[in-house]
């Protein structure tokens, strides 16, 4: 019923940059929250950065100045923008929506997943 496509993971150098997309799509009646999460071999996954439907941000430590989270409200759409990336970077990053179906239910949706590999 809703489907999140990620996008734009890939292998860049340190110093480089990215951006990493997440569509949703399906019987959507409104956002509650927006988050990325990202999971490195034999770790937690974490969470890096989240954006609620008033606009207030949240960023982990170690991507803050460094990442940014924003949306696209017509497309339904959240952004990952990464600066600066450095190898303790790398991991796999999921998008995670919080919204409101049809049905006027709170559910939460991930992502697929996309790889980001930071290496020289």
């Known amino acids: 019923q809703v489907q999140l496509v990620e996008s734009g993971g890939g292998l860049v150098q340190p110093g480089g940059s990215l951006r990493l997309s997440c569509a949703a799509s399906g019987s959507i009646f409104s956002i509650s ?13 974490e969470l890096v950065a989240g954006l609620t439907s008033g606009g207030s941000t949240t960023y982990a430590d170690s991507v803050k100045g460094r990442f940014t989270i924003s949306r696209d409200n017509a497309k339904i759409t959240v952004y990952l923008q990464m600066n600066s990336l450095k190898p303790e970077d790398t991991a796999v990053y999921y998008c995670n929506v919080e919204l409101w179906d049809s049905h006027r239910r709170l559910d939460v949706y991930w992502g697929q997943g996309t790889q980001v590999t930071v290496s020289s």
């Open 33 to 45: 929250a927006m988050r990325w999460y990202r999971q490195a071999p034999g770790k937690q996954r």
